[in-house]
């Protein structure tokens, strides 16, 4: 094995390699280096990002293509923004490290500007991930309650650590770390496409929500925390609700007097046609989470947003402490300053109701003339598109899926493709920048709609 410290310091030599590891411009170097020395927990697209402006991407080889999912439904502002990047530069001129024991300027404005944009739900708290953001809005409901278990549904993903990964309802991401931990009761989704009731809307009674009072009555009230919800589930396909869905997920936890906790890392900073989707849908949680789209994914950032009853509880310090290192981090509540005022200013959320009503209309058209297509859903810019071998079964065939993902990739789309499996469904999941013209629109749908067609010759 080569020592690099043989003496206690560094030869020349050794200088000089890592002066070409920190300069290294080959692409056939830089994913060799990938295939040795990273750890691949997911698959992943050996193409090297160098560039990005608007909706587009260019790779280290110069190809360019429309990201047609803003890196999972998170670059809401688009790639290259000079206000967000601005921003970023002026604050790292001025410090960047600074924790929580200390207020900082960014921070304290974004909690400030959180408040405007989210009136019902005045105090935030920050972090880093969607993930950190779930597990703290467990640990608050828990506190605020005193009760212990959280019902959520199947195929919903609210990240991937301990009580997150826990909640989510996706066996692709838990199978191989069961047990899970205890205390989470999962329920059937609003899957009205593929619905586990074999009913039709409206006749169905929305069974999928009264299901949820089901299992609090079993479960018992008394033990339970909260009812956690995507408004749309997001990775699981772009799976929406009918409208009375999540009144009825609001009015099962007041009458049982529990939370109700929205999880909007997708869905949230104007993608579903409002500031955030619960706007959308008209119905206002007890807590909020938020990741993504809150700066963009320039810098990690996370947040639960809260009411001033919850938060009271929280200050409570002899009840316990919740610290995060990064979680007020100066440059990232700069970053997303100066974001949410980027998507406010220019009409961002408005933009994403007008191109995405147009883009689910050719959506449709699409589905309408293509025999392995079977539904085209969503709101504002999250859209998605069931893939099946049969029209009338509805049987799924993944590699169908990723037939038609790696065409459309070759010829300049990239979108995204449900790795969550609900009910074994294959679903292309449309969630680019909101910041997308009708014209860039036009240009992936044509894409997709012959990658759609050579996919389907022969079956």
Request: with cysteine; glycine share 8%; net charge neutral.
């Amino acid at each position: 094995m080569k020592v690099l410290f043989g003496d206690g310091h560094l030869s020349e030599a050794n200088l000089d390699t890592i002066r070409k590891i920190a300069e290294c411009q080959d692409s056939n170097e830089l994913l060799d280096w990938s295939a040795k020395h990273l750890i691949h927990y997911h698959a992943y697209n050996p193409r090297i990002i160098t560039g990005g402006k608007g909706v587009l991407l260019k790779d280290i080889d110069g190809k360019e293509f429309i990201d047609f999912a803003a890196m999972v439904a998170a670059v809401n502002i688009g790639y290259g923004d000079k206000e967000v990047v601005e921003a970023i530069r002026q604050q790292l001129d001025q410090i960047a490290p600074i924790t929580t024991n200390f207020l900082n300027i960014p921070q304290v404005r974004l909690a400030r500007l959180l408040a405007e944009v989210a009136p019902e739900l005045p105090r935030c708290f920050f972090a880093t991930s969607g993930s950190e953001a779930t597990e703290l809005a467990i640990k608050t409901v828990r506190r605020h309650t005193g009760r212990r278990k959280i019902i959520s549904r199947w195929g919903g993903y609210h990240g991937w650590t301990g009580s997150s990964l826990s909640a989510s309802g996706a066996a692709l991401y838990k199978r191989e770390y069961d047990p899970m931990a205890p205390g989470f009761v999962h329920v059937p989704p609003p899957y009205c496409y593929r619905c586990d009731f074999g009913k039709q809307y409206p006749d169905c009674k929305l069974e999928c929500a009264q299901i949820v009072e089901s299992a609090i009555i079993y479960e018992h009230p008394s033990t339970v925390a909260a009812v956690i919800a995507e408004p749309i589930i997001g990775g699981g396909g772009a799976i929406v609700p009918p409208d009375e869905y999540l009144h009825e997920l609001r009015r099962i936890c007041s009458k049982y007097d529990l939370q109700l906790i929205i999880d909007e890392v997708i869905t949230g900073f104007g993608r579903t046609g409002k500031m955030f989707a619960y706007q959308t849908f008209g119905v206002t949680p007890d807590l909020l989470t938020v990741a993504k789209g809150i700066a963009s994914t320039y810098i990690a950032l996370s947040a639960v947003l809260t009411n001033d009853t919850i938060a009271r509880g929280l200050e409570d310090y002899g009840k316990g402490e919740s610290f995060s290192t990064y979680g007020n981090h100066p440059v990232a509540c700069a970053a997303a300053v100066a974001n949410i005022k980027a998507i406010l200013e220019r009409k961002l959320p408005e933009n994403a109701a007008r191109v995405g009503d147009y883009c689910l209309k050719a959506l449709k058209d699409i589905v309408k003339d293509s025999p392995i297509l079977g539904e085209a859903r969503g709101k504002g810019l999250l859209l998605g598109v069931e893939i099946v071998k049969n029209k009338n079964t509805k049987e799924t065939d993944i590699e169908l899926g990723r037939r038609i993902a790696r065409t459309s990739l070759g010829k300049g789309l990239f979108f995204g493709l449900s790795r969550l499996r609900v009910k074994n469904a294959v679903i292309a999941i449309f969630s680019p920048p909101l910041t997308i013209t009708r014209e860039e629109i036009d240009k992936a749908l044509e894409i997709f709609q012959s990658a759609v067609k050579e996919a389907s010759i022969g079956l």
